[in-house]
């Protein structure tokens, strides 16, 4: 393939705490995992993480636009993966409201030709909080399910996971480590992430 016809992709990660590598010994977090599953040559494939901890979806609603302008191109194919926060009911924000602001966003992206991939929010180590979490979780499915974009829901497969539970119990911020950061790359990976890009790639 010549350099000419090559792809080439620019994708920003947009999320709360849990898209930076904090809480992995290993330094990666779930995007870096993701990352090196991910080919980066043929077609050339830039992963932009930008983490702000503690955001709701209202705070993100504010910066996305901003935030993407300085990283995305005319000259290269631009996609938009939002890793949803959980924090949004403890914030006191409706889930109406919360589904408004996904689909705010997700629907400028589209106007604008970026193409939006959803991954959901991860249960709470507060487990009170878990049932409106998951209401949460549902209507962020069916923000997507409406537009076509794919969604990853890491609530359902990690809520009763007992690795998830013990890391995020024993997290003095919150966040999950080793074992947490590696279940959500699974679920990404295997969950349309390949598809999405266009990629025939075996995880």
Not at 177 to 196: C, D, F, K, P, S
Request: hydrophobic share 40%; glycine share 8%; with cysteine.
């Amino acid at each position: 393939m010549t350099e000419e016809a090559r792809r080439n992709i620019r994708i920003v990660v947009l999320g709360d705490g849990l898209v930076s590598a904090a809480g992995d010994p290993k330094g990666m977090g779930w995007v870096g995992r993701v990352t090196a599953k991910t080919p980066s040559t043929s077609p050339r494939i830039d992963i932009f993480v930008l983490p702000a901890p503690d955001e709701t979806t209202s705070m993100l609603a504010e910066r996305w636009t901003e935030e993407v302008k300085r990283r995305f191109s005319a000259e290269t194919e631009n996609r938009l993966v939002i890793a949803l926060s959980n924090a949004d009911p403890a914030a006191g924000i409706s889930i109406s409201r919360s589904r408004l602001n996904i689909a705010t966003i997700v629907d400028e992206a589209k106007r604008a030709g970026i193409e939006s991939f959803l991954v959901g929010p991860t249960p709470h180590r507060n487990p009170e909080l878990n049932g409106e979490i998951e209401h949460l979780a549902t209507g962020f499915e069916d923000v997507a399910a409406r537009r076509g974009i794919p969604f990853v829901d890491c609530f359902r497969p990690l809520v009763e996971h007992a690795g998830w539970n013990e890391e995020i119990a024993l997290s003095e911020n919150h966040l999950p480590g080793q074992t947490g950061h590696g279940l959500i790359a699974w679920l990404v990976l295997n969950r349309g992430w390949y598809e999405w890009l266009g990629l025939a790639v075996e995880n």
